[in-house]
């Protein structure tokens, strides 16, 4: 089941299971969207976990400049 309560921040970077730190893979994308959200799904056999992540567009021109 989603964790919707919380939301972690992504970029360009890889997106990895915040429970198990596996690289994770996007099981629907809405960055197209205003609120830039994705769910992922952890694919570890002993994890399994989804997860939403949220763009931060701030957090993109930090890392750039």
């Known amino acids: 089941m ?3 309560s919380e939301t972690n ?5 890889p997106v990895t ?3 198990c730190g596996l690289r994770s893979e996007i099981i629907l ?3 197209h ?3 830039q959200l994705q ?4 694919p570890g056999a002993e994890c399994r976990g989804e997860f ?7 957090l993109d021109l930090a890392i750039s400049v």
């Open 2 to 4: 989603i964790n919707f």
């Open 9 to 13: 921040l992504y970029s360009d970077q």
């Open 17 to 19: 299971c915040p429970n």
């Open 29 to 31: 994308d809405l960055s």
């Open 33 to 35: 969207t205003i609120n």
């Open 39 to 42: 769910v992922h799904r952890c």
């Open 52 to 58: 939403v992540m949220q763009c931060d567009e701030n």
